[in-house]
């Protein structure tokens, strides 16, 4: 008897061990740290109050880091995302004064999914590094952006957009259970369906892919109009949250969202990582805002210190290399 329970216990603890020691953990343990010593530098910060009100802010990372991470995982990257979030919050703001919230909500959809299915072929049956086409695809975006409001974006988000973005349900903000329904089905898409696992081969090795038979294209193609899709999501949140659009919205989450992915352990290179350390990475960053708050550092001196996270990350973890999933 004593044996079996000495066995179950050793069990335990080993599993125990293998828990704590996955890098995820230590991501979630990163994040509890950075969070306890912001409550220390500001005792308010531990109310339940401001705990959802960072978790509000996270959630718009977070969604927007979820077509970051797929791309990463890919071994790519998507710098057009803030500019395809504020050309998707402006058309929601100034289509709803036209045409309807509905017409809105749809045409910033399928706006989201061409501009990631535009970076995809560009990429993929061009060959265009995907840097430099993300790249280009923003400086688009951009202008298209200008174009299209005149310089002045006008219009209001929609009540019901306010609601979702800032009320509660069940004593939680409904943007948070917006952000975990979508955690959900990308935590599910990359861990238990077929096309996660091309996504996580093509990052390892798209040659091999290619010769196992996956069409590394079609794959590229949809994670990256997935990519656009949730930066069109997040700008719509911002959107509902802030009551408005403006030029220039997206501008401050671009650096984040590649920050969050490589804090929350997924490999710049490819292959290893996932999205459920990308959603500690989302906390963790607005936990170091609140810190960086308080010691009063400007926007300028942030932008410093979300690179110099990243390079600290990937130095840290030797260059994304022994990461694992």
Do not use: C
């Not at 910060?45 to 959630?59: C, D, E, T």
């Not at 995302?81 to 504020?86: I, K, R, T």
């Not at 030029?247 to 990582?273: E, N, W």
């Amino acid at each position: 008897m004593k044996n079996r329970d000495a066995n179950q216990s050793s069990v335990f603890m080993s599993r125990l061990k293998a828990i704590l020691g996955a890098p995820v953990a230590k991501v979630y343990l990163m994040m509890l740290l950075l969070y306890v010593a912001s409550g220390l530098l500001e005792p308010n910060y531990f109310s339940y109050g401001h705990i959802m009100q960072l978790l509000v802010m996270a959630s718009f990372l977070g969604i927007l880091a979820m077509g970051q991470t797929l791309v990463i995982l890919t071994g790519g990257i998507d710098l057009s995302v803030s500019y395809a979030l504020n050309l998707g919050a402006v058309i929601m703001t100034q289509m709803t004064i036209e045409q309807g919230s509905l017409a809105a909500v749809v045409t910033v959809i399928i706006v989201g999914l061409l501009i990631g299915t535009l970076n995809g072929l560009g990429i993929t049956y061009l060959n265009i590094h995907p840097l430099v086409m993300t790249l280009a695809m923003s400086s688009i975006l951009k202008s298209v952006t200008y174009v299209y409001t005149g310089g002045t974006p006008k219009g209001t988000a929609p009540d019901w957009l306010r609601t979702i973005a800032t009320e509660s349900f069940l004593g939680v903000k409904i943007a948070i259970w917006v952000w975990l329904a979508l955690s959900v089905f990308v935590i599910v898409l990359l861990t238990k369906t077929t096309i996660g696992r091309k996504i996580y081969a093509i990052g390892n090795n798209n040659t091999v892919s290619l010769l196992s038979g996956i069409k590394n294209n079609r794959v590229l193609v949809l994670v990256y109009a997935l990519s656009g899709l949730f930066a069109v999501l997040s700008g719509l949140m911002i959107t509902g949250f802030s009551g408005l659009s403006y030029l220039g919205m997206g501008d401050i989450y671009l650096l984040p969202s590649i920050a969050a992915v490589v804090i929350g352990g997924t490999s710049i290179l490819g292959g290893r990582g996932g999205y459920t350390g990308t959603i500690a990475g989302a906390v963790i960053i607005y936990v170091l805002m609140t810190i960086l708050t308080i010691l009063d550092l400007k926007d300028a001196g942030r932008q410093i210190i979300y690179g110099l996270v990243i390079l600290f990350v990937l130095i840290l973890y030797g260059n994304g290399k022994k990461l694992r999933a």
